[in-house]
């Protein structure tokens, strides 16, 4: 990959969609994570001062939040922090309140709740500015449905839509992302040790080439295309039933 023109291109790509979109910049979450890091500099350097990066710790890691905040000070990116923590567990204690899960599925619903509360506050923030909502999506995600549901996923542009998660990693160190960042396991810091590779199953490196090549252990293959048939979902607007002549 020529990391130089990809990252021009998506700079150029950024200020023509801001435009035609009629808005002011954009807002992002940044999390601590490559992805976001990548994200949050590419519109720093599209956007200059109308680029807004929320971090938006929720039962975070201090970790998560340090290397967050190196990121922002490193490229001196406009940001604020907005502590999520006390709504989390407001809500999360009356959801619960009258249906509580327990194992494995509570703990996802748990935590798909701190993904749709940065949805609203990212929304809060580019509703009161003009801006946008930029994705920290990258093409190895969106293509097994590795997001929540107007979660993360819920945002008005998508970066690094069209990046593998290899390709991601290539545009952090040519934009020379702090290499604590680079390094560190990708994590949607859900829950305390939980890591994407952990949970999905496989590596960022069999899911890349699998969709690079087509090629793969065949046990590997056969869970993302069943997590990949199971999210189409989320990558579609919700059906209409369209009633047909007659009906009405």
Not at 141 to 160: C, F, H, N, P
Not at 176 to 197: C, F, H, M, N, Y
């Amino acid at each position: 990959m020529n990391a130089k023109a990809v990252s021009e291109y998506l700079t150029g790509w950024l200020q023509e969609e801001v435009k035609k979109a009629g808005a002011k910049g954009v807002v992002l979450g940044i999390s601590g994570g490559v992805d976001s890091a990548v994200a949050a500099v590419l519109a720093k350097e599209a956007l200059g001062e109308n680029c807004m990066g929320l971090i938006l710790p929720c039962e975070s890691s201090m970790e998560d939040r340090m290397h967050a905040q190196l990121l922002v000070d490193a490229f001196n990116i406009n940001h604020h922090i907005v502590e999520l923590t006390n709504a989390y567990q407001l809500l999360s204690t009356q959801f619960e309140s009258y249906l509580k899960v327990e194992g494995e599925k509570g703990r996802l619903l748990r935590a798909n709740i701190k993904a749709r509360l940065r949805m609203i506050t990212l929304y809060y923030s580019a509703q009161a500015r003009d801006y946008l909502v930029l994705g920290t999506s990258n093409k190895s995600e969106i293509y097994i449905g590795y997001a929540t549901k107007y979660g993360d996923s819920a945002v008005d542009l998508q970066i690094l839509g069209d990046l593998l998660k290899k390709e991601v990693y290539e545009l952090a160190h040519y934009l020379e992302i702090p290499e604590v960042i680079i390094r560190k396991p990708p994590s949607a810091g859900l829950w305390p040790g939980q890591t994407d590779e952990g949970e999905m199953g496989w590596t960022y490196e069999e899911l890349d080439a699998y969709l690079e090549t087509g090629q793969g252990r065949s046990e590997v293959i056969e869970k993302i295309e069943a997590m990949h048939r199971r999210s189409a979902h989320k990558r579609k607007i919700p059906p209409i039933a369209y009633i047909p002549p007659g009906c009405k």
